[in-house]
């Protein structure tokens, strides 16, 4: 096992990563259930680059979104904290495996822009 | 948005999730044939919405599998450089691939996932009793069926623990209880891997998405208070008719005279 206190970090993670997205989706779905005349939005997510202007609209799609992709980051959240915790107790070998899970989620996000 | 549409949404995740904590299997492999059959999703928004719901069940399990250090996070991370680069793989060969074919591969898990139910005998959750020391062995296997987890995770939406929990417990010499964390512990990262590109594919809709992974996380909860009170032979079994039945339901459509597009 990891030390204890990279073992505790990822568990940390991983519970404040469920707590603030689920928090995030609930407070978005009490807004468009109490929002009245909102359309029924079942389309694709809104695009990154108009996520900010539509939150400052206070549009409660785009708060459910932001607590989508929390959830989403929260994984790779875990696996940088994985990196981290690993390289400060020298297990390079571990540090290396970390990074490259890392990469490669990362180059699937860059993919997804 | 109308509200029944939310609420059966919410059952949805909330049976998800509740199958999930009781037998470790449930999540994404009930939420795929249920969005496609009874809400008329098309299979690729399915999958998409679905690994979001896997997500959430991953992380807030692995958090009390991690915290009780029953996970073998060393083990785990290595599998996972296959699994995240299977679900990448699997994300991008599920544009190649009609409708109907997706629906006969899933109807496929599903008849395997119910024989693996219909073999378990449930294992006494002794939650006091100490792990035994082990050596992890066969890394070579290991690395390339996680691969093929990550893949069908990719392009089914499901977390694929049917195929890492009897690897690593079978194959691999770890024990049945670190093999279901860890297989639990490495589904997130598999599944947010894919799930970015179908993000982006316009394939996650938020407004489904949102009542069915609040619901999930509340099934969670009433699954791990159930799993004392109720008979895990008898949610295994009734898992396993739901199972069946889905299979049954998606292959008809699949051979109907809707080809798929039901």
């Not at chain 2, 496609?36 to 690994?51: M, N």
Request: net charge positive; glycine share 10%; charged share 10%.
């Amino acid at each position: 096992m990891t030390t204890a206190r990279a073992t505790q970090a990822i568990a940390a993670v991983l519970r404040w990563g469920s707590y603030l997205s689920a928090g995030l989706l609930l407070l978005g779905m009490v807004l468009v259930l109490t929002t009245p005349d909102l359309p029924l939005q079942v389309g694709p997510a809104i695009p990154f680059a108009q996520l900010g202007e539509q939150l400052a609209h206070r549009n409660p799609y785009a708060v459910m979104q932001v607590g989508i992709l929390l959830l989403l980051l929260t994984p790779v959240v875990r696996i940088a904290t994985a990196l981290v915790s690993f390289t400060v107790a020298g297990e390079r070998r571990y540090a290396l495996v970390s990074l490259v899970v890392l990469a490669l989620i990362l180059l699937s996000i860059w993919g997804a822009r | 948005m109308p509200v029944e549409y939310v609420v059966a949404l919410a059952v949805l995740g909330l049976l998800a999730g509740c199958f999930g904590a009781l037998v470790g299997l449930g999540g994404g492999i009930i939420i795929v044939p249920v969005l496609t059959l009874l809400f008329d999703l098309p299979i690729q928004t399915a999958v998409g919405t679905s690994l979001v719901c896997v997500i959430a069940t991953s992380s807030a399990a692995a958090a009390v599998y991690v915290q009780r250090e029953l996970t073998d996070i060393r083990l785990g991370m290595v599998l996972e450089m296959s699994t995240v680069l299977g679900a990448i793989t699997g994300a991008v060969a599920v544009t190649w691939l009609t409708q109907p074919t997706l629906q006969i591969l899933f109807s496929a898990f599903l008849l395997y996932a119910s024989f693996l139910l219909a073999r378990r005998q449930p294992a006494p959750e002794t939650g006091g009793e100490a792990i035994p020391a082990y050596q992890v062995r066969n890394y070579p296997l290991g690395m390339g069926v996680s691969y093929l987890a990550g893949a069908v995770s990719g392009m089914l939406g499901i977390g694929g623990g049917p195929i890492k929990v009897p690897l690593m417990y079978l194959a691999m010499g770890v024990p049945l209880r670190v093999a279901t964390a860890t297989s639990n512990f490495m589904i997130g990262v598999t599944a947010a891997a894919s799930a970015f590109l179908y993000y982006n594919r316009g394939s996650v809709v938020p407004a489904l998405t949102a009542p069915l992974v609040l619901g999930v996380f509340a099934g969670a909860l009433l699954g791990s208070w159930l799993t004392k009170r109720v008979q895990a032979r008898w949610v295994q079994w009734l898992l396993m008719v739901v199972l069946l039945y889905l299979a049954y339901q998606m292959l008809r459509d699949a051979f109907g005279p809707t080809g798929g597009q039901a």
